[in-house]
């Protein structure tokens, strides 16, 4: 069957060395994705690069400034670009291909990062059968954050001959059924199920910005963190938020969203057509998500070029479904100790 692969799958392609990796746990296995972890091996860089043509470590080779062992975790800091090689090699066959994204940790921290691989012309791709080494590129961009090798920064997603997207028609019937989105409203689907913004309520905090502090975030450590050091709460005024230029933003949506044990999900920014103001990053959702009574989704926003007022309800994102290559025997929850199931407005892990 075609469609996104299942946890048994990804542990079947790491048993017959498909997926390679010195230090693999299981515990990196999810339900329909798998997070990939860092080597020691790291590099900053000056400019950012694709490699269409060669391997990206012969090209690294001409462009680092300066090569870093992460056996000590590093501060990387702000603005700064580094690239790290990722522990996990892959030797796909079967017409495998897939793509990979942000973990929504490293989302939530304002943390940008983009897998490159061996003559690929696009990032975050993982091309039909590929066999190589894989890199991430990253560059921090709200606070220093120390990295240490073994942190997993990103997650995987593979996909059995084609994606298995599921049309509109489609999704509607499953919502009569069983629903994917939890709101009063009418027409949220199209082109996949619309995410909007929750700013109704004046006197309740909506949002958190980014401060500017010198102080760094370690990014192993978890509920460590004080939120008040590194993030200003918002409130919402006549039910708008004027996102400000290069300010880097928490927010969360109107509706509660669910993904079926059956399908995954995945958040794609939604265009706005009006410049760089966008939902930050694009994110997986695993089968499980917000089952049986929906959980919200946590939007990451920023704009760099005009401030952007956004409106109470606005449509801020997309969520596209997919179908799984087969029924998975793990799904998203407590089961799996997985942080984000019915989160309210959330930060990242890293807060107490």
């Not at 291909?97 to 990062?113: A, D, V, W």
Request: aromatic share 10%; proline share 3%; net charge positive.
């Amino acid at each position: 069957m075609k469609g996104a692969l299942v946890y048994e799958d990804y542990l079947s392609l790491y048993n017959t060395g498909k997926i390679q990796g010195l230090k693999f746990y299981k515990l990196q296995i999810q339900p329909s994705s798998i997070d990939l972890s860092l080597s020691d091996e790291c590099y900053e860089i000056k400019t950012s690069f694709l490699s269409p043509n060669n391997k990206v470590r012969d090209k690294l080779k001409k462009i680092y400034s300066k090569k870093i062992n992460l056996k000590t975790p590093q501060i990387f800091k702000k603005n700064k670009t580094y690239i790290v090689r990722l522990n996990e090699k892959l030797k796909l066959n079967q017409s495998i291909k897939g793509h990979c994204n942000p973990k929504s940790s490293t989302g939530r921290l304002n943390i940008f990062c983009r897998t490159i691989l061996d003559y690929s012309d696009e990032y975050e791709k993982i091309p039909n059968n590929y066999k190589g080494e894989m890199f991430l590129e990253i560059t921090t961009r709200s606070f220093d954050i120390k990295i240490s090798k073994e942190d997993k920064l990103n997650q995987m997603r593979l996909t059995k001959k084609s994606n298995n997207y599921i049309n509109d028609e489609n999704l509607k019937k499953i919502n009569k059924s069983k629903s994917l989105i939890f709101s009063n409203k009418k027409n949220l689907i199209e082109n996949g199920l619309k995410v909007t913004v929750d700013l109704s309520n004046d006197n309740k905090i909506c949002a958190y910005v980014a401060k500017k502090v010198s102080s760094h975030i370690n990014f192993s450590k978890i509920s460590f963190y004080d939120i008040k050091r590194f993030w200003k709460a918002l409130k919402p005024i006549n039910n708008t938020l004027i996102i400000e230029k290069n300010k880097f933003y928490i927010l969360k949506s109107k509706e509660k969203i669910r993904i079926p044990n059956n399908l995954a999900g995945e958040m794609i920014p939604y265009d706005t057509g009006i410049g760089d103001f966008r939902v930050h990053y694009a994110g997986f959702f695993d089968p499980g998500f917000g089952d049986p009574s929906g959980s919200y989704a946590v939007l990451e926003v920023k704009t760099n070029e005009l401030p952007f007022m956004i409106e109470d309800g606005q449509t801020i994102a997309r969520i596209k479904y997919e179908k799984l290559n087969k029924k998975t025997s793990v799904v998203y929850g407590s089961n799996i100790n997985s942080n984000y199931q019915n989160q309210k407005l959330a930060l990242s892990k890293h807060f107490k």
